[in-house]
């Protein structure tokens, strides 16, 4: 049986909530991407600016990444609650504004790693839900698109590193690191978009009518008339997730971030402290990351419809193992760019093909699987970013580079989990 990605027919008829959900929900991706580039480029004007090293820096990165952790958790309660994954998508958009401006107005260390540690209570907020979100929308459409939703997130991102590389030699560190407060108005515009289009997702349908006259239960409706939402689980029903796909699509994400989160952590300071790269190049082989990263975005959704995930991916992880080579083995800063570029075309899809497939695991408890596999991003994160960081400070950022070069191949061995060649994953019967 065909999962639900492949087994609708594509003249199906979606409905107008899913559509304005859909554009909804791809701006919450796109303002989660610029923030998350703003900060993390402006990691070496912070560094100068509060007087730390690379080794202050792993520490507060490993803690975002447990607060992102419990961040995820929340997530999982709040989308079995009233408000579904939209109201925690909303609420993780929210404190992700108010962390941006913490980030850059702390006049010490400690407020910067306060701010830092809301920042990825929200951070965690909004990867569970965002997802959680974009799953459902793919079930009603019938078709792969979570590939094309993590675009969206490449392109915010590529903005707010092209941001840093134009602003931040011209725009002032000192009092505020204005170039992060451009995340604020991004992060709360998506949250009032996804508060109005979100799509309902777990927790229980607000009735409109009460009940009918017969004194059976009325069926649900939007507040506006519109066609509801089909919930991802029944009201009231604890979920069931077999954990065994889950661990195995988890490895596939571990995999992934380790190497996403040594690019996007370390790939400026790489670039200053081990090519000697000028500032204005320093960003730019994150952005180079994120570009290439939205192409593959964009045309993996036709690739999944054509030769399935599972090929896809291993393809992926062979390109992105030799842009790794590169990365490691050059000196000169324009191919180390390049290299970061080829790392983003081969893996930018394994993040969105594994919720893709987390989104088949178990019928009618999406939003479950969704929020266990995400707390695998934060393994693959603490892996990448934090051991690249600290055998950075120890020998330098390139042996560090050793570590994603070399445990991303476990990609290729396992990538048959996110279903077979002809595209088919875990089945499940169309919502």
């Known amino acids: ?59 507060v990165i490993l803690g975002v990444c447990l607060v992102a952790a419990g961040g995820t958790v929340l997530a999982d309660r709040l989308a079995a609650s ?30 910067l790693v306060g701010a830092f540690l809301l920042y990825g ?100 409706v939007a507040a506006d008339g519109a066609e509801p939402p089909a919930p991802t689980a029944e009201p009231g029903l604890r979920a069931v997730v077999p954990w065994r796909p889950v661990v195995m699509l988890g490895l596939v994400v571990v995999a992934f971030y380790i190497v996403d989160s040594a690019v996007s952590a370390w790939s400026a300071l790489f670039l200053a402290q081990d090519v000697g790269a000028p500032t204005h190049v320093q960003p730019l082989g994150y952005a180079a990351y994120l570009g290439t990263t939205l192409l593959s975005r ?55 093909l594994s919720f893709s497939a987390a989104g088949d695991v178990a019928p009618g408890h999406a939003d479950a699987v969704v929020a266990r596999l995400n707390y695998f991003n934060y393994v693959g994160v603490v892996l990448g970013g934090v051991a690249v960081g600290a055998v950075g400070s120890v020998l330098t950022l390139r042996a560090g580079f050793v570590v994603p070069a070399v445990l991303v191949l476990a990609v290729v061995l396992v990538a048959g989990v996110l279903g077979s060649p002809g595209g088919r994953g875990p089945t499940q019967p169309p919502r």
């Not at 408000?83 to 006049?107: D, N, Y």
């Open 1 to 59: 049986m065909a999962s639900p990605a492949d087994a609708l027919p594509r003249s199906l008829a979606v409905p107008v909530a899913a559509r304005r959900a859909r554009i909804a929900i791809s701006v919450a991706f796109a303002a989660q991407g610029l923030s998350y580039a703003l900060t993390l480029n402006s990691l070496p004007v912070l560094e100068r600016r509060h007087g730390v090293g690379t080794g202050q820096v792993t520490l």
């Open 82 to 111: 009233a408000s579904g994954s939209r109201g925690g998508l909303v609420a993780g958009l929210s404190v992700l504004a108010a962390a941006l401006v913490g980030v850059a107005a702390a006049p010490s260390f400690a407020l």
């Open 121 to 220: 209570l929200g951070l965690g907020l909004v990867d569970a839900s965002v997802n959680m979100q974009a799953v459902a929308v793919q079930h009603r459409y019938g078709r792969s698109l979570l590939a094309g939703f993590h675009g969206a997130w490449s392109f915010g991102g590529i903005a707010g590193a092209l941001l840093v590389a134009a602003l931040a030699p011209r725009w002032p560190a000192d009092p505020v690191v204005a170039v992060i407060l451009l995340g604020t108005p991004a992060a709360v515009a998506a949250a009032v978009l996804v508060r109005r289009a979100g799509w309902w997702s777990g927790g229980t349908v607000a009735v409109a009518a009460g009940t009918a006259a017969d004194g059976t239960e009325a069926a649900p």
């Open 298 to 352: 964009v045309v993996g959704d036709l690739g999944v419809r054509r030769v399935g995930r599972a090929a896809v991916v291993r393809v992926g992880a062979v390109l992105g193992t030799v842009g790794l080579l590169v990365v490691m083995l050059t000196h000169d800063a324009w191919l180390v760019v390049a290299g970061f570029g080829l790392v983003g075309l081969g893996l930018g899809v394994v993040p969105p």
